[in-house]
């Protein structure tokens, strides 16, 4: 069974900073690359941040570059996203899935979503 438990979201104020983490079943956990995204209301679900398996690359989309880091912790199965320099915008759900890699580069998410856990950033 896939499984997928995201935690560490909450309430913050602009300018915070928290750790969301992502729990991963061995088989997910072991996929190419893994990765965050998120989800505000009445939006789309949109590409936060990856990191790959194998040499640990990362990426970010433009919109957090710079205020978030996404990590991995291979003997807990866990992958992380510290957001520091949080902004309203940055209210959302917050998921974590396995990605597939295609030509290198982290494509698209492959499998079952977690629940999410939700970030909220107040003025």
């Known amino acids: 069974q896939v499984q997928l438990v995201e935690s560490g979201g909450g309430l913050v104020q602009a300018g915070g900073s928290l750790r969301v983490s992502c729990a991963a079943s061995?088989?997910?956990?072991?996929?190419?690359?893994m990765g965050w995204f998120r989800q505000a209301p009445g939006k789309e679900r949109e590409f936060v941040a990856a990191?790959?398996?194998?040499?640990?690359?990362?990426y970010y989309a433009d919109s957090v570059k710079g205020r978030f880091t996404i990590s991995r912790d291979n003997a807990k199965n866990t992958v992380y996203l510290q957001m520091n320099s949080l902004k309203p915008e940055d209210t959302a759900v917050y998921y974590c899935?396995?990605?597939?890699?295609?030509?290198?580069?982290?494509?698209?998410?492959?499998?079952?979503w977690g629940q999410g856990t939700q970030v909220t950033v107040s003025l």
């Open positions: 899935a396995a990605m597939r890699v295609v030509a290198g580069t982290p494509s698209s998410p492959i499998g079952s």
């Open positions: 061995g088989r997910t956990f072991n996929s190419d690359a």
């Open positions: 990191i790959k398996r194998i040499g640990g690359r990362t």
